[in-house]
């Protein structure tokens, strides 16, 4: 069957099977390095991706569930000269550890931040709990999720932007 998605900004159509996971059509199929299969049971968080503004974990997500929809993985967020207020704030804070993990943590606070306006320590720990971190950095993780909320502005939300990399008001991509 055919799937028409957009992913990182771009209208895409895959043939899958139905039984296909989006993790694995975004890896394999979209050339989405950044989409990271840990556990494959959805436990790990490593898979995560923004589906129209919502975190969600790829690996339990068929890939016909994601026709007509916007998909935003850490490749669409920024770009190495232009990266994403979540991106520069794991660059800062050294939360990047081994990165295996990184990208779906960078994916789950992104749409938490597009999502609330202030949130205590306690909540950003709850929030980013159903990420894991095999490293254990999560103290620098959540040092830059703490920086990452107190540097964004409204020209940060790619989410609201439709993804595509930092979009077209900065002038670095496709928008």
Do not use: W
Request: proline content about 3%.
């Amino acid at each position: 069957m055919k799937v028409r998605l957009t992913v990182n900004g771009e209208d895409r159509e895959v043939e899958v099977e139905p039984r296909r996971l989006l993790s694995d059509v975004l890896r394999h199929e979209l050339d989405c390095q950044g989409v990271h299969l840990g556990c494959e049971h959805g436990v790990c968080g490593a898979c995560t991706v923004i589906m129209d503004g919502v975190a969600v974990r790829s690996c339990l997500t068929l890939a016909p569930q994601a026709e007509g929809t916007t998909v935003l993985t850490t490749e669409g967020l920024g770009t190495p000269e232009h990266p994403s207020v979540v991106q520069r704030a794991f660059k800062t804070e050294h939360g990047l550890q081994c990165g295996f993990c990184t990208p779906g943590f960078v994916c789950a606070i992104t749409a938490m931040l597009d999502d609330v306006d202030e949130m205590d320590d306690g909540e950003l720990r709850e929030a980013l709990a159903g990420n894991i971190c095999r490293c254990t950095g999560y103290a620098n993780i959540v040092k830059a999720a703490r920086r990452a909320a107190a540097e964004r502005d409204e020209s940060d939300s790619v989410i609201r932007q439709g993804g595509g990399c930092c979009g077209e008001q900065r002038g670095c991509c496709n928008g």
